[in-house]
């Protein structure tokens, strides 16, 4: 069955940085554009960065773009998501997904920006 399982996330103080990792297993990652997406407390799904297969082409939210690089090593079957000069408005629980809308995604980590 296929699988995604985040990891990385954690406590960070503004201006701080984390990387996120998405380990896929039982398809292969490389035939596939991948996303990140997250959802804060009480919101819903807010997509965050995308990465095309084959191509590769990274596209991101206003919010995260220069601040945030989505990479992928399909050796590996692993995406990433590279966070840097994270902010409190960052704080939400993120999942990598096959889908913009968080279809087909993990179950998640937790990404919590804080003094």
């Known amino acids: 069955d296929a699988q995604l399982v985040e990891s990385g996330g954690g406590l960070v103080q503004p201006g701080g940085s984390l990387r996120l990792s998405c380990a896929a297993s039982?398809?292969?990652?490389?035939?596939?554009?991948m996303n990140w997406v997250r959802q804060a407390p009480g919101k819903g799904f807010e997509w965050v960065s995308g990465?095309?297969?084959?191509?590769?082409?990274?596209t991101y939210a206003n919010s995260v773009r220069g601040r945030f690089t989505i990479s992928r090593d399909d050796a590996k079957n692993t995406l990433y998501l590279q966070m840097n000069s994270l902010r409190p408005e960052d704080t939400a629980v993120y999942y990598c997904?096959?889908?913009?809308?968080?279809?087909?995604r993990g179950r998640g980590t937790q990404v919590t920006v804080s003094v």
């Open positions: 039982g398809f292969p990652l490389s035939r596939y554009a």
């Open positions: 990465i095309g297969a084959g191509s590769g082409i990274r």
């Open positions: 997904a096959k889908y913009r809308d968080g279809r087909e």
